[in-house]
């Protein structure tokens, strides 16, 4: 099934073959149903890839470019069509996996009737053992109350199975092509983007598609969503595999920072059995979160100054089920009651938005997580442009830049969730630290001990940020 996904990261390489990267987008081929693929932690949306061409020329005519547009639709209508029969096929096998698995796995509910059926029965056996005149009263009771605890459950059962067999007949394709609804959501940036509005392509591709498929267009609640990017790389057209997105997880009560983000960051932690892990400046505790949900065999804690961001947290960590998981303290970032070199792995959104932000007091957070971490201990942050220039210009490296203003030798990572805007993909500096501080000296930050090993470009929607993953060579100084 050919594919595609925003922000995806290594997690992929169980499922997925033809691994292909752009920017903002990973496409590749995949024999994983759609259970395996709803587990992908680092992906925005998932789609499946309709067609997939060199970018329009903005050079061009208006005109031109409009036929150009239709032509996406009319050019090959039968992998319009192939792509639509695979999604119905999908969507059926979904529900049929998801209906195969509750009659598995019996509902909680269910469990609790049995639970309680089994309760009275004890309860009924002491009884008869204390008041023997009164068993075959108790005995017919409870016959009475098991009956109709058995009768309601049935009932539930197969209105469930009604409800999803409805389900089933309408992913299986019950309506013709005729009767298919859709809607097309278009996104047009680079210079595409500066001739023609969203709406405008959009609305071009909507036409195209009624007149070669005769579906109908339904704004509110369609059948088919069509998903069409048009920028200076490619042109893409896909339907989206799930309503919602896989960056909304369901055990996140109040959102924070993106989770898909969170996810990447603690994966390039590379968290272990036992490892001691902080967020000295966690908000309302996404990192966290996803990195126990992930990794639930490390040990960790939580620092914020805010009780409102603590609250947060905390009620984002009852309503994941890891409230026994990790601790919250309420402590400054630059006075963390910790020992030096205690702490095995720091992981941390440093805050630049309108409500919380640090201007150069990142240099004072900084030294003291330093202190904290041990050697060959590893930090993970998410910088703003900000904050990863400044760290460059207050003599954390001294390499010569490339033409995109990149240090030219600066190491970085096999994989980058922005390639286009990605650092020179050279060896990891793993060796180099170990080798000591001579190796290193050019690339550390000011403090002398901090070594940068990895960098992402990621996207925040509105603004671009940085992913570093530095870590400890040496102790660090009194």
Known sequence: MPALAELVLEEEKDVTEKVEYVSGKVFFTTCSDLNMLKKLKSAERLFLLIKKLFPFTASSSKGKILNEVQQLVNNDPRSWLDAISTWKNLLKLGVREELSQRDAKPPKRKMRENETIIAKK?????????????????????????????????????????????????????????DLTFRVSCRCTGTIGKVFTSQEVGRIIGIALMKQFGWKADLRNPN???????????????????????????????????????????????????????????????????????????????????????????DNLKAAGLNDKIELLKVSAIELPLPSESIDIIISDIPFGKKFKLGKDIKTILQEMERVLHVGGTIVLLLSKDHHRLLKDCGGSHMPLDSKGTHANEPGIKKCLNPEEKTDTSERVTSSYEAGNRECSDKMLPFGSLVPVECYEVSLGKTNAFICKYKKSSASGP
């Open 122 to 178: 004890l309860k009924t056996e002491e009884i008869q053992k204390i008041e023997e005149n009164h068993r075959e009263c108790q005995l017919e009771e409870q016959t009475e109350d098991t009956l109709e605890q058995r009768d309601s459950t049935t009932r539930r059962d197969k209105l469930e199975k009604e409800e999803i067999q409805k389900e089933v007949e309408k992913a299986a394709g019950a309506h013709s092509q005729e």
């Open 224 to 314: 088919l969503e069509i998903f069409v990017h048009l920028n200076d790389i490619y042109t893409v057209a896909g339907i989206p595999m799930f309503r919602a997105p896989l960056a909304s997880r369901t055990y996140i009560k109040t959102a924070g920072l993106r989770s898909t983000i969170a996810w990447a960051m603690a994966s390039l932690a590379e968290i272990k059995v036992g490892t001691f892990v902080l967020d000295p400046m966690c908000g309302l505790g996404t990192i966290l979160l996803e990195a126990a949900k992930e990794w639930p065999d490390g040990y960790y804690v939580g620092a914020d100054v805010s009780d409102s961001q603590l609250l947060g947290a905390w």
